[in-house]
């Protein structure tokens, strides 16, 4: 778990790392590399959290990941059907890397809240009952 956490933790700093060093467009600037990046990096976030939240069973975050879920799917259904190419999928990108965010400063804080709570490893899979 500490491999994959490090390796996650890696990928979206290089997410990020590239996104800032890219040469901005002409018309939009940045923000398209830069919304490709953290819907980038918000996926990586919800692998990551879901894999730990199920090797831990952690309820609390896999009930989190549940509500981001829902409301995206929410938000992607009032999305309107009449929407162009381009804009829905700036509208399914801009949906998906919203829920990245919260995600990410939830997971954070429940691992840092079992590590000072249990005083033990939160990284460290449970030991397996018969």
Do not use: C, Q
């Not at 590399?33 to 959290?49: C, K, N, Q, R």
Request: glycine share 8%; charged share 10%.
């Amino acid at each position: 778990m500490k491999i994959f956490t490090a390796i996650a933790t890696a990928l979206i700093g290089a997410l990020a790392a590239l996104a800032a060093l890219s040469s901005p467009d002409s018309t939009y600037g940045k923000w398209p590399v830069m919304l490709l990046a953290t819907t980038a990096a918000s996926l990586l976030a919800l692998i990551y959290f879901s894999v730990y939240g199920w090797l831990r069973k952690d309820r609390y975050i896999l009930g989190a990941i549940l509500f981001l879920l829902l409301d995206a799917g929410i938000k992607l259904a009032l999305l309107p059907s009449e929407a162009h190419a381009f804009g829905l999928f700036w509208g399914v990108v801009i949906t998906v890397s919203g829920s990245g965010l919260p995600l990410l400063l939830f997971g954070a804080t429940r691992i840092a809240y079992v590590a000072v709570s249990t005083r033990s490893n939160p990284f460290a899979l449970p030991e397996k009952t018969i």
